[in-house]
């Protein structure tokens, strides 16, 4: 079946550093979204793409659609100790099954 | 407008009983996806509903079952609970269903003893 892997599984940065991360599959993906989800709570939608070669920034926070259709990038500017976390990237596959699929997920720490 | 609603927040259950959990999708939403997310791991896919049908099962034993109401609010049941079944079940709802954002709950944590 179709699966998204995503990396780095984590990562551990000094406060003000970028950070990037990505996801890929072996089949195409015709939407990309990506998640943030701190303890305990439910993921919370960051950023969705749905074009090829798409490009865009929430705040800090800038994705873009691959132009192969299957893989996605998110960056993370500056970071700051509010942004430790897991990211997840999901998609929907093509043929229309409808089941939005996620990314192992990529843990965050920021060192103050 | 309110987001996706998900009671009870916790649940602790005895090994070999039954839990319920429900969801209520945001205003406007048809679809529902159900998904388990056990300490420390990834989402795994368990129930996709639409318009009242199931659309789509992930690969779970069919003692996780669960159904969609006229309102589109989902309930999502395990039998014959198992201390592996302890993990934070996540619901999320969609527009039409295919292709478009999903937006999560806060989550059920269920616990077997």
């Known amino acids: 079946g179709q699966q998204l892997n995503q990396s780095p599984q984590s990562m551990f940065i000094q406060e003000g550093e970028d950070v990037s991360m990505n996801c890929t599959s072996s089949s195409i993906f015709n939407t990309w979204l990506w998640y943030k989800q701190d303890p305990g709570e439910g993921p919370v939608l960051l950023i969705a793409l749905y074009k090829a070669g798409e490009l865009t920034s929430n705040g800090r926070l800038t994705a873009q659609f691959g132009t192969t259709r299957k893989d996605s990038f998110l960056n993370i500017s500056a970071s700051i100790p509010s942004d430790v976390g897991i990211y997840f990237c999901a998609g929907y596959g093509s043929g229309n099954t409808g089941k939005l699929i996620f990314g192992q997920g990529t843990t965050l720490q920021v060192k103050p | 407008e309110a987001g996706v609603t998900q009671s009870p927040t916790h649940l602790i259950k005895t090994r070999g009983q039954q839990a319920t959990l429900r969801c209520s999708p945001i205003s406007g939403h048809t679809s529902v996806y159900w998904y388990q997310q056990a300490l420390g791991l990834g989402l795994q896919f368990l129930l996709w509903?639409?318009?009242?049908?199931?659309?789509n099962r992930g690969n779970f034993p069919p003692r996780f079952s669960g159904r969609q109401f006229p309102n589109y609010s989902s309930e999502l049941n395990v039998n014959a609970l198992e201390l592996e079944d302890s993990a934070l079940y996540l619901c999320?709802?969609?527009?039409?269903?295919?292709?478009?954002?999903?937006?999560f709950g806060q989550g059920t944590r269920l616990t077997v003893v």
């Open positions: 999320a709802s969609t527009h039409f269903g295919m292709n478009t954002e999903a937006f």
């Open positions: 509903y639409d318009e009242g049908e199931e659309r």
